[in-house]
Every structure is written in structure tokens, then in C-alpha cells.
């Protein structure tokens, strides 16, 4: 392995810098986590739609699945305050969905969203190896109590700017996400459309911005876009839609399927989902609601809003209502166990790496 | 050079798979184009705006500048039919912008772009070593027309359906234009949103989707994106904002201060110059017509209304009315004299290539 770059394998004591990327909503169970991180690179759970409890609960499942480090991911959220109006409008025009899946259009979330403080409470009890955030900067001093409590922390920048915020919090990695990349977009400072940078343009300039090690996300789907990476500078990479189609994953099957059967030109970014721009397969929903994709209310309200949506919509196998979230790389997508992704990844990367 | 990719270079009789977009507005001159062929890669001229005759005599000069092969561009174009409300109501909306540069708003161009059928026909004479195009899609007989000549063809495509489109035509090389390029999306068929692919996710699935060899282009800016870029798969690999602060480039000295003071997030895109979308570095003209976006005529309506606001934006040193071209590697930006750009791109790959 002596042609992979070291500095995250070796502060993070794996041995490929490989990770899979942290996916809310089911992906990441305890199984595909330990999977990925059995096999040698880092398996994520994404924690961002579980409450607390629900959080340690899952640390000690891949604790009793592997003794390698993993990550948990958790969003950065504020406590949101919607108007009335806002939520109305927002309500009716989710209604022709909710009815088509016998839901009560009128039924407004218990919360929306799980306490982020209490969240991050969690992981300072549960200790996880290695912890990741995006949609914001975390403070400096709850970055400086999560590396009190021995884990690593990983953050999302989408412009060299966020890097360098990220970099002054105190993190020990940032995370260059690319516009190429499945789920919701990082983007926390500056404007969205100047920050939906392709990995190409983006790793480099990150690398050179930063002293900390940069971690490349966004279509990359097998060892082409990993050797890709690291050319660019990258010192890891992170893969999220090439472990949906994992055998581990905990997406609906008809959802697998799509990934499967996409295109480089199946997805969009959508905010109509959750109120945050996020790319997804595009489906019935995603072009019914195009006209209102400025309108809906913004994270987490309108993900609250659509949360029985999207459970009914699993439920009832109806995908056509259901967030897809899938990348640019979707076309690329292989159904593999877990174990055997990570061995072929790194097969395919090895080949194409200048020898040491 | 043996570990560099050779369908290219063996084909277009060079010596490494490196070409200089071609760049319609008055940056490719002569002395550009010739001075990249001469150091071993491929200059191009973009002659898209040029008159057949123009043309002609700018081949004829680059001919006698270099012995080496080179590049000419021309876009795909119908003949525009403008309704007389939609260029009242574009007109309106510049007329701002042309006061504030003295010039007469309601002055309409003598025409909305050159006539493409002879602009064609004027490189069938001048019988250039490679043509390239994009906008859409030439029609096979032009395609068999140039190779009938002795032309290489490339055309531009921004995802595979685009590329296998292209192959069917009868193409030589298919460069796959990433969502990170400066200057206009070449895209011509599907949804316009779906088709802003980033390079890390369209260079692999392009090539999985055509036998023809793949050009990748976008964002790269040094010797990380190019071997990035062969790590993918592609064969070549063409950088226009690269070339644009080269000692040789004919644009505006402010224009590229601008691009050397870029950093990763300076670009958007817009179709308010041009009337298709463009990536360029944001100023007063594109923020102020930023409601505008999808309301301005298309291309080449727009383009030809912005001519005259353009050209005296230059005159004048007015580079917040100027469509400042850029892709989002513009923070990478070097001013060199461009044979030194080449043997340091030629350099830095090198470095970064496994041996073979």
C-alpha cells in the first residue's frame, strides 16, 4: 500500500483511505459500517435523523461489529422558527402527495428536527473514533471537546473559503465535497451557485489553501476517480453513492435498482425534500414540485414536512415520492457486498497509482 | 513521454495530449494558437464570432506562424427569428448598461450572428489539421465533408447520451466538457441541469460509453488536473482558462488581473450576455441581471444584442459590463508565456504518472 497517501490512514489507524460516506435516513447501518470498516477503510454512520439515544444505541451495534475505527456524521442546525404562513403554504402544496399515499395533509411533525446540542452530548459520551459534521461550522469548543474525548473530527467545506473556516475551528480534516456529490450540499457561507464547484477545480484549490489534509466527495465511484483524487491532492476519499448498492445498505430495493439503472445525467439537486439543496435521482415528485423549488421553507422545516411522505413512500414501494439521494457517479454504481467494493476499490486504485 | 496516453497524440501527429481551447472573442490569436502548437501541444482558434474571410486569413496567419498542427472551433447554429416583443424587452433591459457606456440603446445589430453554413464551408477550403465544434450537432455529411479534407473532428459533449450522439456522427475524438468549464455549456440535448455534470463524474462514464477517445476539459489548470484527468480515462485533455493569462492571449490586461486574483468561488453561471448559459467571473453586469436569468432571448439573440456593450465595455476599461470568461480553476491561474505553460504542465504530469 506504500503508493496510497498516509496522513489520514495513519492519524486515523486504518489501512486504506477509503471512507464511506455518512448517509442519513437508513443507508448506513450498523452493518454496511462495520462491513466497510472490517474490510480496512473507514465505515460512517450517518446520525443525523436519530434522536440521542438512538445514537448510542447504534455506536454500540458497530462496536459489537468491528473493532476498527468507524465515524458518525451529524449535521450542524440552529433551532428553526417558521412563521405560520410559511408552514401553510409549505403544507398545501405537499397535500396532492400526502393524499396519493393516504396520509392527512393537515398533520404538522411532532419537531422538526432531533437537538442538535443533546445530539452532540451523545458523541461526547460515546466516544466514537472519528466524528464528521456539515451543513455549518461547529464551534471551536465543541471541536476541542469531541479531540478531548479522543475522536478525530472531520468537516464538509464546498469552497476553499469554508476550508479555511473549517481549518480555524480546529478540525483535523475538511472534507472538499464536489457539486458531482449525492445528498445535500454543504454549503455554509457565500453563495450557493458560486459554491457548486466540480471536484476537479475544487480539491486542488482546497489543498492549497490549507495546512490540514483534504478529503475528496463527489462522483467518485471506483479506483479511476479515487487514483483520480489523489493526483488532485487529495489524502483520502469519500464514497457515498457506490455503498448505497451495497448488500449491507439499508435502502428500499426498488431505490437500489435505480441507482443501478442510472445515467451520468439522472440526477439534479432538488431542495423541494427538505428546504437544502440535495442531489437525487429525479422522480415524480422532483418535477412536480420544480415551480416551488425557491418557495419551500428551508432546513430542516421542510424535511420535517416531508418525513411521513417519504416513510409512507417506502412503505407503499411508491419511489416516485421518495428523496433518491444518489450522485453524479450513479451510472457507475455496482451491487457488491460491502467487503468486496472496498477490496476491488482498492484493486482498481492500486493499478493506476504511480509506484514508490 | 511514453507514460502519457497516445490515441491522441498519434493521431494528430503532436507531441503531448494537451490542447488550448478554443476561445471565441478575440483571446485565441494567432500568436497564441501558434505559440502552444509549437511547444508540442495543440493550439486552437475559436472562430466562432469571425467572418468566413476572417477566418481564412487567420488560419493563413497561424500557418505562418507555426508548422505544426492546430485547432479551429466554430459553434452549430440555426438561423435565429427573434420576435419583435422579445427584442423590445431585451433591449429594455440593457439599455442601463449601454447608456452608462455612451452608446445608443435602442441600436439594434446588423445581424444576429455569422452565417454558419459559410463559415464551414470556408474551413472545408482552408482545410485546417483539426476542426472542432460544439452548441450541437454537425451534421454527418460536414463531419464526412472535413475528414474528406483531411481535418481531424472533435465535438463537444456534457454527458455520454451527448457523446454516443456525437460517435454516431462520424466524430474523430468527443471532449467531454465538465460543469466546471469556462465559457458556454456546449450542451444540446436533455434537461439543462441534469447535463451540469462534474468531470470527476463524466470523464469515466463517457469513456464507458464511447469506442471513441475521450477529451476532458473543465477546471483543469496544472499538472494535478491533467494526470487526474488520465487517471479517468481520457486520452487528452483541453484547459482554456489556463491559456487565457499566457503572455500571447489577446484579452483585456484587467480581464486578467481579474483572473489572477480569482479564487475557487469568483465564477457563476449565466446566460445573460450570450442568451445560453456561460461560466464566468461574477461582476456588476451579471449580479444586476441576475432576476433576468431565464428571461433573456437565446443564443445567438442576446449574444448579438451584448455586442456592441462588450466591445465598448473593452474600449472603455470597464470590466464590470465584460463577459469575463472563466472556468472555476481561475484561482489557479499562472501568467506565462505559453510555450513555458506547456513544458510546466508537461513538467508537473509527468511527476504525477505512474511509469510504465
Given at each position: 500500500m506504500s503508493n496510497f497517501p498516509t496522513r489520514f490512514t495513519s492519524k486515523?489507524?486504518?489501512k486504506y483511505p477509503i471512507i464511506q460516506a455518512p448517509m442519513a435516513g437508513g443507508a448506513?447501518?450498523?452493518?454496511?459500517?462495520?462491513a466497510v470498516s472490517n474490510a480496512g477503510a473507514l465505515g460512517s454512520f450517518g446520525a443525523a435523523m436519530s434522536s440521542p439515544a438512538a445514537i448510542k444505541e447504534s455506536i454500540a451495534r458497530i462496536r459489537a461489529l468491528t473493532d476498527q475505527p468507524f465515524n458518525v456524521n451529524l449535521f450542524v442546525l440552529g433551532t428553526p422558527h417558521p412563521g405560520e404562513a410559511e408552514l401553510a403554504e409549505a403544507t398545501q402544496r405537499l397535500a396532492p402527495f400526502k393524499q396519493a399515499l393516504g396520509l392527512d395533509p393537515a398533520a404538522l411533525p411532532p419537531r422538526f428536527c432531533e437537538d442538535n446540542r443533546a445530539q452532540y452530548d451523545a458523541l461526547l459520551e460515546?466516544?466514537?473514533?472519528?466524528?464528521?459534521?456539515?451543513?455549518?461550522?461547529?464551534?471551536?469548543?465543541?471541536?476541542?471537546?469531541?479531540?478531548?474525548?479522543?475522536?478525530?473530527?472531520?468537516?464538509?467545506?464546498?469552497?476553499?473559503?469554508?476550508?479555511?473556516?473549517?481549518?480555524?475551528?480546529?478540525?483535523?480534516?475538511?472534507?472538499?465535497?464536489g457539486f458531482e456529490a449525492g445528498g445535500h450540499r454543504g454549503t455554509f457561507l457565500g453563495d450557493f451557485e458560486n459554491s457548486a464547484i466540480g471536484l476537479m477545480a475544487l480539491v486542488p484549490q482546497m489543498a492549497d489553501a490549507v495546512k490540514i489534509p483534504v478529503i475528496a466527495a463527489g462522483g467518485i465511484m471506483d479506483g479511476r476517480g479515487i487514483a483520480a483524487s489523489f493526483a488532485l491532492g487529495a489524502e483520502a476519499v469519500q464514497l457515498g453513492t457506490a455503498f448505497l448498492t451495497c448488500a449491507e445498505s439499508g435502502i428500499h430495493p426498488e431505490y437500489k435498482r435505480r441507482l443501478l439503472a442510472a445515467?451520468?445525467?439522472?440526477?439534479?439537486?432538488?431542495?423541494?425534500?427538505?428546504?437544502?439543496?440535495?442531489?437525487?435521482?429525479?422522480?415524480?415528485?422532483?418535477?412536480?414540485?420544480?415551480?416551488?423549488?425557491?418557495?419551500?421553507?428551508?432546513?430542516?422545516?421542510?424535511?420535517?414536512?416531508?418525513?411521513d411522505l417519504r416513510q409512507a413512500a417506502?412503505?407503499?414501494?411508491?419511489?416516485?415520492?421518495?428523496?433518491?439521494?444518489?450522485?453524479?457517479?450513479?451510472g457507475m454504481s455496482r451491487a457488491l457486498p460491502a467487503a468486496e467494493l472496498v477490496a476491488k476499490l482498492v484493486e482498481e486504485t492500486q493499478r493506476r497509482l504511480p509506484k514508490t
Open positions: 486515523v489507524g486504518i448506513t447501518t450498523p452493518e454496511l459500517v462495520a460515546a466516544k466514537p473514533p472519528v466524528v464528521s459534521f456539515a451543513f455549518d461550522l461547529l464551534d471551536r469548543e465543541t471541536v476541542a471537546a469531541l479531540k478531548g474525548v479522543g475522536s478525530i473530527v472531520i468537516s464538509t467545506a464546498t469552497t476553499a473559503t469554508e476550508a479555511r473556516a473549517c481549518e480555524a475551528a480546529g478540525v483535523d480534516f475538511v472534507c472538499a465535497q445515467t451520468d445525467d439522472s440526477t439534479r439537486l432538488t431542495r423541494t425534500f427538505s428546504g437544502r439543496y440535495a442531489r437525487g435521482i429525479v422522480n415524480d415528485f422532483v418535477e412536480r414540485m420544480r415551480p416551488f423549488e425557491k418557495d419551500v421553507p428551508a432546513y430542516p422545516v421542510q424535511n420535517a414536512l416531508t418525513a417506502v412503505k407503499q414501494n411508491r419511489m416516485e415520492y421518495y428523496s433518491m439521494w444518489g450522485g453524479q457517479g450513479a
